[in-house]
Structures are given as structure tokens and as C-alpha cells.
């Protein structure tokens, strides 16, 4: 069971990523990537894989230290885990970053290689959308406040 989750994490994620890096400007991509319900496959099959060994979970995760994180991530069950976290949260990044450069009007040819990256090094496609968004300003008029991701 481990391995079909681990194998469905990506491929639940996997279209919306497609449709913000080769479907940019379609009108259902905006609303699709507008929910930050996208996630919730994901998010779906963590908790599957989370909450039968939340008595191992807790104590790594509410007093870490690297010796129990490698162990409980050098598991099948833990990698798995592990991966559906990052998948989850690279795709919530993706998804603000992508809304955020529309309402830059950030090109979607300068986004296709951030969300690539985002996808791949999660952090470090958010360090390079940050950079990025930094050339684009709100237009005038737009909120000041920073954007709800709900």
C-alpha cells in the first residue's frame, strides 16, 4: 500500500502542475489553481500515511533531533510520508507563486523554468520566484496587503 501512495502523491499533483507550466493562460487554469483545494489529494494521502504511525510521528517531529527524523524518513512508511509533505507544500508554493506572477503579469515563459523548479528543489523555486517578483510590481490600484492563499 505504501508504494501505490507514494507512486499516487505525484500523479494527484502532477496535473495541476502541467496546467500552470503548459496551460497558462487557459481560462480553466485560473480556476482550478484558484482553489487552495488542490492540495487536498495530497494532503489526503499524507494523512493516510501519518495518522496510523502518529504515536512514532509525534515524538520525532515535537522534539526533533537528526537521529529520529533519519529514522523515522528511513522507513518506506516515513520516506513516503516525507515525500507527500514535500509535495503538498511545493505545490501550495507553486500555486501562491503562479497566482502572485498573474497579478504581476510576471511572463508565463519566465515562470514555466521557476515552477520547474519549484517542482524539483522546492525551496530553492521559491527563493528564485521571490527574486523574480521583484521586477514585476501589483499594478496600480491592486491590494497592498499581502495575498490570501484561502
Known amino acids: ?11 494527484v499533483a502532477a496535473p495541476f502542475w502541467a496546467m500552470m507550466i503548459l496551460l497558462p493562460r487557459w481560462s480553466w487554469t485560473a480556476r482550478v489553481i484558484s482553489s487552495p483545494l488542490i492540495v487536498l489529494p495530497v494532503v489526503v494521502i499524507y494523512a493516510l500515511l501519518v495518522i496510523p504511525a502518529f504515536g512514532d510521528v509525534l515524538p520525532a517531529v ?58 524539483l528543489f522546492g525551496p530553492l523555486g521559491l527563493a528564485a520566484y ?7 510590481r501589483l499594478p496600480e490600484g491592486a491590494a497592498t496587503e499581502p495575498q490570501h492563499l484561502g
Open 1 to 11: 500500500m505504501t508504494e501505490m501512495l507514494f507512486v499516487l502523491t505525484f500523479a
Open 62 to 119: 515535537a522534539s526533533p533531533t537528526l537521529a529520529g527524523v533519519r529514522d523515522l524518513l528511513g522507513t518506506s512508511d516515513g520516506a513516503a510520508a516525507g515525500w507527500a509533505h514535500m509535495i503538498a507544500f511545493d505545490l501550495f508554493v507553486g500555486r501562491w507563486a503562479w497566482l502572485d506572477s498573474r497579478e504581476r503579469g510576471v511572463p508565463a515563459l519566465v515562470m514555466a523554468p521557476v515552477l520547474l523548479l519549484t517542482i
Open 130 to 136: 521571490l527574486a523574480v517578483r521583484t521586477r514585476w
